[in-house]
């Protein structure tokens, strides 16, 4: 195949988009073709979607017709959950080659080089031996890398499509996930994030059936692997082992269970809320009240104030009145999480709450997002103020600025700058915080 051979892939969404993107990436690589940025000319460009919000959708659909302007003999492909959920609406557009369901992702790379092979634009290539499920052998643009663990949704939840798009919770056999964690550790990734779209769902339908406690105790005696991440888990997921091996930065609470892997774990979870009203959370089907979530938040900073603590919350949900708003506002006011995700309420068609009554109004909508969203500055400014003195470890992600300080993400997921040598990027490094700037903090490098 030509040099000049090129495919962009565009990713939007979760991490679980991403790692699969990554998987696509290696398999158009394997077949001779070279990665370019989505802006750059390309013979081939791969857009995996999202469908999450409205905004994902129009997204897709602009960068679509983006590239069809940009070269338009090229393949143009849309897969993910987007083009999973409404094909007819993307097939519509009529700039798209190919609208590739969720379960074909795999099958992506040699779909293009056969197409254009049938244009007379490259020879055929030949289609290398591999298992639909080849592991990645890294990530090129990220010191961080992730390990997909878990597919799919078992929850019902009144605004989500994700259950319709990715099918009931799948896990990853623990043998596989190992190998995966091995194999990006010893690519030199210095930090490993699980991810799943339903990630306190591992290992139940596996057999013998396993918990998500048990694959990180797993991981965390791999010996090269440096630090380990959770990405989102539900709030009656989280058992009271999780909790422990978190605050205790990965270490083992199993005496018998081998060498303790102390430091391993970050100590940060992403837990969502979507409301802090009763009623709203009742609405949106959601298993769990408010009470419940402020006994887990509680329990998690009693046993350690420097856990980063995340928060997905929804404004806007049908039927959520002043009164509503106000209840989970106030409530989030008074929780001890170190940052929030704020949603608007986006109809999705085709889930319980596009057709419930008492829409809210999109200026309402608006309002409330911005309310909420200054609420969530307050939050990571607070805890970026509470982490002055204390010492992180620190994942070096990019090269000095103009300033010449280095950026990273200590472990309980605070942004953290500091002066030190290039060739620290992508390394681990400790770092003792001495100023907060808004969210993000400076320090002072330990040498």
């Known amino acids: 195949m030509s040099d000049r051979t090129r495919v962009a892939i565009k990713t939007f969404g979760c991490k679980l988009n991403q790692y699969e993107s ?10 001779g073709f070279e990665v370019v940025d989505f802006d750059q000319p390309a013979e081939v460009y791969l857009i995996n979607s999202c469908t999450v919000t409205h905004r994902t959708d129009r997204d897709t659909r602009r960068l679509a017709r983006g590239a069809r302007r940009r070269r338009p003999d090229c393949i143009l492909i849309v897969t993910g959950c987007y083009a999973q959920m409404q094909p007819q609406i993307i097939e519509a557009l009529e700039v798209v080659d190919l609208v590739a369901p969720i379960e074909r992702k795999r099958e992506l790379a ?66 596989t996930a190992l190998r995966q964690a091995r194999m990006l550790t010893h690519a030199g990734h210095p930090e490993v994030v699980l991810v799943g779209i339903h990630l306190g769902m591992y290992g139940r339908d596996l057999t013998p059936p396993l918990t998500l406690d048990d694959l990180v105790r797993e991981m965390c005696r791999i010996d090269a692997l440096q630090r380990l991440r959770l990405s989102s888990i539900e709030p009656m997921e989280i058992s009271d082992e999780l909790v422990e091996m978190v605050c205790a930065g990965g270490r083992s609470l199993d005496p018998s269970a081998g060498a303790p892997c102390e430091g391993k774990l970050c100590r940060h979870l992403h837990i969502p809320l979507q409301s802090g009203c009763d009623a709203t959370l009742e609405r949106m089907r959601r298993p769990y009240r408010a009470t419940e979530y402020r006994h887990l938040i509680a329990k998690i900073r009693e046993r350690d104030p420097m856990v980063g603590i995340g928060a997905d919350v929804m404004v806007g949900f049908p039927g959520e009145t002043d009164e509503e708003f106000e209840a989970s506002h106030n409530f989030v006011e008074r929780l001890p999480v170190s940052y929030l995700h704020v949603f608007t309420y986006s109809e999705r068609p085709g889930t319980p709450a596009a057709e419930m009554p008492d829409q809210v109004n999109p200026e309402i909508r608006k309002r409330r997002m911005t309310r909420m969203r200054a609420l969530s500055r307050e939050k990571a400014e607070a805890f970026a103020e509470a982490a002055v003195g204390e010492t992180f470890e620190v994942v070096v992600e990019t090269p000095r600025d103009e300033a010449g300080r280095l950026s990273g993400v200590a472990d309980n997921y605070l942004n953290v700058f500091f002066e030190g040598d290039d060739e620290l990027t992508g390394q681990l490094v400790r770092v003792t915080l001495g100023e907060a700037d808004g969210d993000r903090v400076s320090g002072v490098l330990v040498r």
Not at 22 to 31: A, H, K, M, S, V
Not at 134 to 143: M, V
């Open 110 to 175: 040699r779909e293009a080089a056969d197409r254009l092979a049938r244009r007379g634009l490259i020879s055929t290539p030949p289609d290398p031996a591999r298992s639909p499920d080849r592991l990645i052998s890294h990530f090129p643009s990220n010191t961080r890398a992730f390990v997909k663990v878990q597919d799919g949704c078992d929850a019902a939840c009144a605004y989500c499509t994700i259950t319709l798009a990715r099918g009931p919770s799948r896990s990853v056999c623990p043998e």
């Open 22 to 31: 990554e998987q696509i990436r290696e398999d158009f690589e394997t077949l």
